[in-house]
């Protein structure tokens, strides 16, 4: 199926069987831009009495509740395949991500203290012959800090993966130098619809985008898809979504088309993908501690819509609130599982949180 065929077959699926889209689409010849806004105030009708397989943390702390058939979820299990394949197919690895409460040999909490992640790595590699690490970038670059200043030998590991933030060649050039022997690779995808796209294996500047299954539009201000080469905001449709569509849906991030010199991926490709990164704040013994957990916390808190947590100083933060409640007892409460104590908190209340001028967006943003 072409491109347009896709784009016309799920709108025309969702006009017909989704009371949201009904209604969102009546008389409309081209269905207008979804923001979070949108979805989030209309999120039980898109659901459609589906079941809950997915749900965001939202680059701006809205977060969004999705559906996935069976099939679509096994589309992105292919995908994730697919890749693989691209990268010359699958290794032995090691995980060290954000606890999802499987706890296969291969995972470590990305929360573990660094020297800690480093003897597990190579515990992995003598005990399982693990040649391949899986993590977050902020993660990776706290482990090629600590590799490096300790000049310990990681020349076992074949691959690193880096996947769920934004990840720039600062960072890679950074984590080679401690993985010498590592194809450092990344990914960029989101809840909502799983891989949107993986750093191309010939062209590592290069990311190319799964167009098979999503149409990925880049535009500008004026909602006018950008040329090559300029920063747009990132619109999703995902052909495959049937039980609770997401058509022309704005994800939140930046990112910049390209086009991919490596003439052996087929699909259209991004030159540079900006976006949502996990901040890593500080604990008083002056060790980095990754924000996933805490940002979960306070994500889930009821009424909550956007959140920032900003490290003034090392036992000081302002916490800025887009919520309808005040909970700042539970705030404080999660704190203290975070780090361990309870640090002076200054809570700001606002009616919207925009993004820096880099076009980011951080949950976190660490001053110390
Ligand atoms: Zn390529």
Sequence with gaps: MSEDENFD??????RATNPFYAEWLEGR???PLLTRRVVLENN???????PVTGRTSGSLGIPVRISMSPRRLALLRSISWR???WLGGPLIRSHIMASRGRNGDFELNVNSPIDQQIEWLIQRYEKAKAVALVTHPTNAFMLARAILECKIDMGFLQRVGVIGENFDFHQRAYIQSAFPNAFIWS???SIETGMISGQCPYEPAFHHIMAD???????DDDDREC???????????DYHNEWAPLIRYELGDLAVRGSCPCGRIPFPAFSSVIGKVRGALKHRSGQRVIFVDLSIALRDLPGMKQ???VQEELERFTVRLVMDERREEEIAAAFEAHFGYRPQLTFEYHDFLPREPSGKYHHSICRV
């Design 9 to 14: 077959r799920i709108v025309a699926l969702a």
């Design 29 to 31: 010849e081209c269905p």
């Design 44 to 50: 039980d009708r898109i659901l459609n009495g589906h």
């Design 83 to 85: 890749y693989v394949q």
């Design 187 to 189: 990914t960029y995808s």
């Design 213 to 219: 299954c999503l149409r990925v539009e880049i535009l």
């Design 227 to 237: 040329p090559e080469g300029e920063i747009g905001r990132v619109v999703i449709t």
């Design 307 to 309: 959140y920032q947590v």
